[in-house]
Protein backbone atom coordinates (compact mmCIF):
# COMPACT_ATOMS: atom_id res chain seq x y z
CA UNK A 1 0.00 0.00 0.00
CA UNK A 2 3.01 2.14 0.99
CA UNK A 3 4.23 1.81 -2.79
CA UNK A 4 0.91 3.26 -4.10
CA UNK A 5 1.46 6.82 -2.29
CA UNK A 6 4.87 6.68 -3.34
CA UNK A 7 4.10 6.46 -7.24
CA UNK A 8 0.83 8.89 -7.31
CA UNK A 9 2.54 12.66 -8.12
CA UNK A 10 1.95 14.61 -4.56
CA UNK A 11 -0.22 17.64 -7.18
CA UNK A 12 -2.74 14.43 -8.49
CA UNK A 13 -2.73 13.21 -4.75
CA UNK A 14 -3.66 17.20 -3.79
CA UNK A 15 -6.42 17.32 -6.94
CA UNK A 16 -8.06 14.75 -5.48
CA UNK A 17 -8.07 15.71 -1.96
CA UNK A 18 -9.90 19.01 -3.11
CA UNK A 19 -12.45 17.05 -5.37
CA UNK A 20 -13.31 15.13 -2.79
CA UNK A 21 -13.83 18.20 -0.39
CA UNK A 22 -15.81 19.62 -2.75
CA UNK A 23 -18.16 16.55 -3.45
CA UNK A 24 -18.55 16.19 -0.02
CA UNK A 25 -18.76 19.68 0.83
CA UNK A 26 -16.43 19.55 3.41
CA UNK A 27 -15.12 23.02 3.62
CA UNK A 28 -10.83 23.31 3.09
CA UNK A 29 -8.08 26.03 2.61
CA UNK A 30 -5.83 25.57 -0.01
CA UNK A 31 -2.84 26.40 1.96
CA UNK A 32 -3.14 24.36 4.83
CA UNK A 33 -4.57 26.35 7.82
CA UNK A 34 -8.11 24.80 9.36
CA UNK A 35 -10.65 26.81 8.16
CA UNK A 36 -12.25 26.31 11.55
CA UNK A 37 -8.79 29.06 11.94
CA UNK A 38 -9.65 31.09 8.91
CA UNK A 39 -13.59 31.85 9.94
CA UNK A 40 -13.02 33.28 13.34
CA UNK A 41 -9.74 34.87 11.72
CA UNK A 42 -9.57 36.71 8.53
CA UNK A 43 -6.76 36.73 6.05
CA UNK A 44 -6.29 40.36 6.33
CA UNK A 45 -6.25 40.37 9.66
CA UNK A 46 -3.44 42.14 11.52
CA UNK A 47 -0.30 39.93 11.97
CA UNK A 48 -0.61 37.37 14.43
CA UNK A 49 1.74 35.61 16.91
CA UNK A 50 1.72 31.97 17.77
CA UNK A 51 2.71 28.73 18.95
CA UNK A 52 2.95 25.57 17.26
CA UNK A 53 3.82 22.62 20.21
CA UNK A 54 5.15 19.78 18.62
CA UNK A 55 6.44 21.79 15.35
CA UNK A 56 7.26 18.79 13.58
CA UNK A 57 8.55 20.12 10.01
CA UNK A 58 6.91 23.33 10.73
CA UNK A 59 4.07 22.24 7.95
CA UNK A 60 1.41 24.16 9.67
CA UNK A 61 3.51 26.96 10.56
CA UNK A 62 4.67 27.30 7.27
CA UNK A 63 0.91 27.35 6.25
CA UNK A 64 0.06 29.89 8.39
CA UNK A 65 3.16 32.35 7.11
CA UNK A 66 1.66 31.79 3.43
CA UNK A 67 -1.94 33.52 4.47
CA UNK A 68 -1.50 35.64 7.45
CA UNK A 69 1.25 38.45 8.52
CA UNK A 70 3.64 37.07 11.73
CA UNK A 71 4.76 38.87 14.26
CA UNK A 72 5.99 36.23 16.44
CA UNK A 73 5.96 32.69 16.59
CA UNK A 74 7.62 30.25 18.70
CA UNK A 75 7.64 26.64 17.15
CA UNK A 76 8.39 24.12 20.40
CA UNK A 77 9.94 20.61 19.01
CA UNK A 78 11.34 17.87 20.82
CA UNK A 79 13.24 16.26 18.26
CA UNK A 80 17.19 17.76 17.64
CA UNK A 81 17.62 17.08 14.51
CA UNK A 82 13.75 18.31 13.22
CA UNK A 83 14.41 21.27 15.62
CA UNK A 84 17.58 22.34 14.15
CA UNK A 85 15.95 21.82 10.62
CA UNK A 86 12.89 24.50 11.41
CA UNK A 87 15.92 26.95 12.69
CA UNK A 88 17.25 26.61 9.18
CA UNK A 89 13.45 27.10 7.46
CA UNK A 90 12.18 29.63 10.11
CA UNK A 91 15.98 31.52 9.85
CA UNK A 92 14.16 34.99 10.67
CA UNK A 93 15.02 35.10 14.43
CA UNK A 94 13.31 38.41 15.02
CA UNK A 95 10.00 36.79 14.26
CA UNK A 96 10.29 32.62 14.38
CA UNK A 97 11.59 31.10 17.77
CA UNK A 98 12.19 27.57 17.81
CA UNK A 99 12.62 25.81 21.36
CA UNK A 100 14.24 22.29 21.30
CA UNK A 101 12.00 20.61 24.39
CA UNK A 102 8.64 18.94 25.10
CA UNK A 103 5.63 21.35 26.81
CA UNK A 104 4.83 18.69 30.41
CA UNK A 105 3.15 19.79 33.19
CA UNK A 106 6.64 20.07 34.52
CA UNK A 107 10.41 21.27 33.97
CA UNK A 108 13.38 19.02 33.95
CA UNK A 109 13.97 15.89 31.43
CA UNK A 110 11.28 13.31 30.39
CA UNK A 111 11.11 9.52 28.30
CA UNK A 112 9.99 10.65 24.98
CA UNK A 113 9.13 8.09 22.50
CA UNK A 114 10.33 8.74 19.11
CA UNK A 115 9.17 7.14 15.99
CA UNK A 116 11.89 7.17 13.12
CA UNK A 117 8.84 5.98 10.68
CA UNK A 118 6.70 8.68 11.35
CA UNK A 119 7.92 11.60 13.72
CA UNK A 120 4.42 13.16 14.39
CA UNK A 121 3.21 10.03 15.99
CA UNK A 122 6.29 10.83 18.67
CA UNK A 123 5.55 11.42 22.32
CA UNK A 124 5.86 11.98 25.66
CA UNK A 125 2.98 9.72 25.95
CA UNK A 126 3.61 5.92 24.48
CA UNK A 127 2.67 4.98 20.99
CA UNK A 128 0.14 1.96 21.62
CA UNK A 129 0.36 -0.77 19.12
CA UNK A 130 -2.98 -0.24 17.89
CA UNK A 131 -1.80 3.06 16.50
CA UNK A 132 0.55 1.05 14.25
CA UNK A 133 -1.26 -0.26 11.74
CA UNK A 134 -3.21 2.42 10.23
CA UNK A 135 0.50 4.02 9.43
CA UNK A 136 1.89 0.83 8.71
CA UNK A 137 4.75 1.24 11.59
CA UNK A 138 6.84 -1.48 12.72
CA UNK A 139 7.62 -0.51 16.03
CA UNK A 140 6.61 2.14 18.63
CA UNK A 141 10.33 3.60 17.87
CA UNK A 142 12.98 4.41 20.46
CA UNK A 143 12.80 5.78 24.03
CA UNK A 144 14.96 8.70 24.42
CA UNK A 145 15.40 11.77 27.60
CA UNK A 146 14.40 15.14 26.45
CA UNK A 147 14.17 18.42 27.89
CA UNK A 148 10.87 19.79 29.39
CA UNK A 149 9.56 22.89 30.34
CA UNK A 150 6.01 24.32 31.11
Do not use: C
Not at 43 to 61: E, L, M, Q, T, Y
Not at 102 to 118: H, M, N, R, Y
Request: hydrophobic share 45%; glycine share 4%.
Amino acid sequence: MNWVKKAIPNNIKLAGRYYLYELLKIPFNRVGVPVELTQWLPADAPPISFIDIGASKGKFSASLTRFYAIKRAVLVEPIPEIAESLNKRFSDTEIFKVLNMAVSDQSGEAEFFFSKELDVMSSLLEIKDEFHAPFLLSTAGEKTKVKTDT
